[in-house]
């Protein structure tokens, strides 16, 4: 009679619960070793506390990495409409709201952690929190797995799903990268992403709360590399919103590898840029009595005048509009629609959503999830070098490749 395999799942997280539910429903005997006194802990801080479980939206243009195609056989073998149906089975009513984010009907990403904690109690998985894994060792077919408390677990597979470094709140520190080097991964260059931008520049701490819909695009080398419209907000280190979320990725990459990257923000993006100085022509006619300052009031933000005429280099903001030159009516214009800064750096770990870079994907074997340097050591979620845009991306990739794993792990 075949024996079931025992299967180890190293971190609790979203990708582990659901290779620990794949793999259980196969037939193996699993475990998860949580090092927090809860499984989850990340799942209840998504979509601000919403959590935002897949997007209509996802393929693999969604997704970053040396190799995002990587994603594709994973996100084909437990897709959007599985995820949504994985979940509906489990008691989850979803909602579908602006860019193909999808929720709980109930608002509350509290929701998505118990009923897969029901799941999981169910099916009768092993859940030992508090368990700080410090090292795995391969033994013949075995794999003894060492807490940090000296306690040892010995399974037939291990899946490592321990995340990134991304949110350390949550647990995440980046241990899986170490005990996947043992096994004789590379890890490549590993960054914030989904994070917020620093920026160059004196001025932010008068501008902070300032908040608008507009357009943000990233520069290198004068070429717009990507950009993205919706709420952006000016803070004391430089800028934020969802626009800037999504930029940060690749504006984090030029910079660690030591490239310039600039950021060009369009406040008045609903026109184009002759519709804007014909609008701006009008209202210096009609204004031509007022200030300079006071022409503005009524079109943008109030804390936003002193500095766009700023950095317009507009001396002596009080004087009538009617002593403005064509050229600072032209280069008021310019900041309006054209404003750039230089970007200096990225927030730190605590404030990304996700880990940008991680375990080769080329190490890995994209149909089963499994290492291809060990065999029995399998990855899944954040901890691989695949990390998605902002909206529901990394938490589907986290559930596709979770499952995958689980499969592949369990067979």
């Known amino acids: 009679m075949k024996k079931n395999k025992r299967v180890i799942v190293v971190g609790g997280g979203a990708a582990g619960m659901m290779a620990a539910i794949s793999a259980k429903r196969l037939g193996a005997d699993v475990t998860?070793?949580?090092?927090?006194?809860?499984?989850?802990?990340?799942?209840?801080?998504t979509g601000n506390g919403?959590?935002?479980?897949?997007?209509?939206?996802?393929?693999?243009?969604?997704?970053?990495?040396?190799?995002?195609?990587?994603?594709y056989s994973a996100l084909s073998n437990f897709t959007i409409?599985?995820?949504?149906?994985?979940?509906?089975?489990?008691g989850i009513s979803h909602k579908v709201e602006g860019l193909g984010k999808v929720f709980p009907r109930s608002d509350q990403a509290s929701s998505i952690l118990d009923v897969l904690l029901y799941e999981l109690n169910g099916l009768g998985v092993s859940i030992i929190c508090d368990a700080n894994v410090e090292d795995i060792t391969k033994k013949k077919d075995k794999f003894i797995i060492r807490l940090e408390n000296g306690i040892k677990h010995s399974g037939d597979r291990v899946i490592i799903t321990t995340g990134g470094k991304a949110m350390p709140s949550s647990g995440s520190d980046g241990k899986g990268y170490d005990l996947a080097r043992k096994f004789g991964h590379?890890?490549?260059?590993?960054?914030?992403?989904?994070?917020q931008l620093m920026l160059e520049g004196s001025f932010f701490k008068r501008i902070t709360g300032v908040k608008f819909i507009g357009t943000a695009e990233l520069i290198h080398k004068n070429k717009s590399l990507m950009k993205d419209r919706g709420d952006i907000l000016f803070t004391n280190y430089g800028i934020s919103g969802p626009p800037i979320l999504q930029?940060?990725?690749?504006?984090?990459?030029?910079?660690?590898?030591?490239?310039?990257?600039?950021?060009?923000?369009v406040i008045m993006d609903?026109?184009?840029?002759?519709?804007?100085?014909?609008?701006?022509?009008?209202?210096?006619?009609?204004?031509?009595?007022?200030?300079?300052?006071?022409?503005?009031?009524?079109?943008?933000?109030?804390?936003?005048i002193p500095i766009v005429l700023q950095e317009a280099n507009i001396e002596d903001i009080k004087r009538?509009?009617?002593?403005?030159?064509?050229?600072?009516?032209?280069?008021?214009?310019?900041?309006?629609?054209?404003?750039?800064?230089?970007?200096?750096?990225?927030?730190s770990w605590t404030s990304a959503q996700v880990?940008?870079?991680?375990?080769d994907t080329k190490e890995i074997n994209q149909n089963t999830m499994e290492s291809k340097l060990v065999q029995g050591i399998f990855f899944a979620g954040e901890i691989m070098d695949i990390d998605g845009m902002c909206g529901g991306f990394n938490l589907q990739w986290a559930w596709s490749s979770g499952f995958t794993a689980g499969q592949g792990a369990a067979l």
């Open 247 to 265: 930029l940060s990725r690749k504006a984090g990459e030029l910079l660690n590898k030591g490239k310039e990257a600039y950021l060009k923000v």
């Open 186 to 195: 590379t890890i490549r260059d590993v960054f914030p992403a989904l994070v």
């Open 50 to 71: 919403r959590c935002n479980f897949t997007n209509i939206n996802t393929n693999i243009t969604c997704y970053n990495g040396n190799n995002p195609k990587f994603s």
């Open 270 to 304: 609903t026109m184009s840029k002759d519709e804007l100085r014909k609008l701006m022509t009008k209202r210096f006619q009609v204004g031509a009595k007022k200030s300079i300052d006071f022409s503005l009031v009524g079109l943008i933000n109030k804390k936003l």
């Open 320 to 347: 009538p509009v009617a002593n403005l030159s064509n050229k600072e009516k032209e280069r008021i214009i310019d900041i309006l629609s054209d404003w750039r800064f230089k970007i200096t750096g990225t927030k």
């Open 81 to 90: 409409d599985d995820t949504i149906h994985f979940f509906e089975k489990l």
């Open 32 to 45: 998860i070793l949580e090092k927090n006194p809860r499984v989850g802990k990340k799942i209840l801080a």
């Open 355 to 359: 880990t940008a870079g991680g375990v």
